[in-house]
C-alpha cells in the first residue's frame, strides 16, 4: 500500500460512514483498487457486539473482542484513508459531509467537510429510550465498549456500597437489586451473565451479599425473546427461574428516578398497576432508534418523510430519494430484524456491487476503446479479429451489469441465557428449522461465535480469557 491521500482524480471517492458490522464487512470484499476510499467513524475499532454482555462481567475482556481497524485498512491492496470522527452531517446535493474529532485530543482543526462520489452509511443505530423520563440520566445502555465497562464498574460500586458499615438492611436490598429493562436478546442475554456472575464468583468472594443479590428482568409484552420459537423462548423463561432471575412480562416501564423505576403491570384480569422497583443498577435494553445524523439526513430528503425507524432503501440499498447513497445495517430500514448477520450480507453485497460497478465501467472502456479500432481498421482481417473480441467484451459486460437485488439468507439465532445454556434457532437450506438448547447449544454457540471473530489474535484472546475464567474465576475488583 502506498501513503493516504491525495486521491487519485482518474477514481472515484468512495465514503464510508462507521466500523462496525455493514461497514467492515464492505471493507473486507472490496477492492480498494477501483476507488479513492476514505472511511470516517468516532472509534478506531471494529466490535464483535455478540459477545459484549459478556464483558459486563469480566468474562470477556473487552480489549479481546476490538479489532484495530488499522489492521484491516492496512491489509488492503490499495490504502484507505482512516478518519476517527464522528459525522455530523450529510449534504446529498452538494455531495459533502462534514465530520467532527470529538476525541478528547484535538488539533488545529477539529471539524472539516469531505467530498465524495459515492457514499455508504454504516452508521448503526442508538438506544431509543422513548422518551420515558429519567432513563437518559439514570440508566446504563449496552452498545458499546464503554457502555459494557461502566456497567462492570456499576455492578461492582453496587455490591461494596451495599457492604458499607451500617447500611440500612432496605438499602442494601435496593443497591443489590439488579434490574435490566427490556427482554429482547441484549437484555436477556445480559441477565443471564450477570447471574453467572454472581453464581459463580461473587457469592464466594462476597457471601455477604448471598441473600439480598437479585436480577430482575421486567418486558413490556406477554414473554421475552418474540423472535425465538414457542419453545425456545418456555425453555428460556424456564432456566431464569431455576436461576432465580425474576421475569416481570406486561410490565411497561414508564419513568425512572435515580432509585426506583415505576411501571404499569397488565394484570390477569386485565386492569392495570402502577409499581415501584427499587434498583442499584439499570440496564436499559429496550431496542434501536435513528442516530441524529440519520435524521437530519431523513428531513433533507421528501421520499425519507414517512420513515420514522431509519432510512428507507431500495432493493439495491441505496437511499430513497438520493443517486449514489447507500446504508447499510441497522441505520436502514429494511423487512430484515437489525442484526449483525444481516449488517454483514448487505455489506458484503456493496462490496460485490462496487466491484462490480468498477469492472463495468473497465469493460465499456474497453468496448468503446476496440469500437474506434474497428471503425478505423481498413484490413478486413483487423476488423473481423477487433468485432469478435467487441463481442466476448460486450458478453462479459452484459453479465456484470446483471446485478441481482440484495438478498438475505437467514441462518438463524443464537442467544446465551446464562448458567452455560445457549439456545438456538437454526435454518437449513430452504425453510428447514431446527431449534436447539441447553449445553451442547452452548457449546455450539461458543463455537460459532469464535469462528465468527475475524482476526486469529482476538480468536485467541476470547478462548483464554474464557480458559482464564474457568481456572481462577472472575475478577472482582472495581475499576
Ligand atoms: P454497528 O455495528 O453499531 O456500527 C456502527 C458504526 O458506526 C460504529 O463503528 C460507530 O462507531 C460508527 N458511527 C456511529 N455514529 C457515527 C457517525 N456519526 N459518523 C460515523 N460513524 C459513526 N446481532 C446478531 O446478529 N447476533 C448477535 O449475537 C448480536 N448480539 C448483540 C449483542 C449486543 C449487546 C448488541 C448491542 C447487539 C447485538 N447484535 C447482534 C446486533 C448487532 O450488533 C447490530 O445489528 C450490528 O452491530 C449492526 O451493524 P451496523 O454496522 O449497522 O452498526
Ligand atoms: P429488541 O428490540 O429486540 O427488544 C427490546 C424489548 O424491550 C422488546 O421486547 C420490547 O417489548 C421491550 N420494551 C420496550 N419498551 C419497554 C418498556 N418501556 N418497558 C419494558 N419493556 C420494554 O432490542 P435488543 O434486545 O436491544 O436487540 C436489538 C437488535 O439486536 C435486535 O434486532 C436483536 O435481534 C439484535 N440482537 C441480537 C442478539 C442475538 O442474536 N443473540 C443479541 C442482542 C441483540
Known sequence: PVDQLPPDPSKKTLVILGSGWGAVSLLKKLDTENYNVAVVSPRNFFLFTPLLPSCTTGTIEHRSIMEPLRHILRHKKASVAFYEAECTDIDPVKRTITMRDNSEVKGDIAETSLPFDYLVIGVGAQNTTFGIPGVEENACFLKEIQDAQKIRTRIMDCIETATFKDQSPEERKRLLHMVVVGGGPTGVEFAGELQDFFEEDLR?????????????????????????????????????????IDIHTKTMVKKVTDKSIFAEVVKPDGSKEMIEMPYGLLVWATGNMPRNVVRNLMKKIPEQANSRRGLEVNEYLVVKGTEGIWAVGDCSVTKYAPTAQVATQEGAYLARLFNTMAKTQSLEEEVEYLEQLANGATAPEDKKTVTSEIEVKAKALRRTKRLMPFQYTHQGSLAYIGSDRAIADLTFGEGNNMSSSGQMTYLFWRSAYVSMVFSTRNKLLVIMDWLKVKMFGRDVSRE
Open 204 to 244: 464466594k468472594w462476597v457471601p455477604e451479599i448471598e441473600t439480598d443479590f437479585h436480577v430482575s428482568l421486567v418486558e413490556a409484552l406477554p414473554n421475552v425473546l418474540p423472535m425465538f420459537s414457542k419453545e425456545l423462548i418456555s425453555y428460556t423463561e424456564k432456566t431464569f427461574k431455576d436461576e432465580k
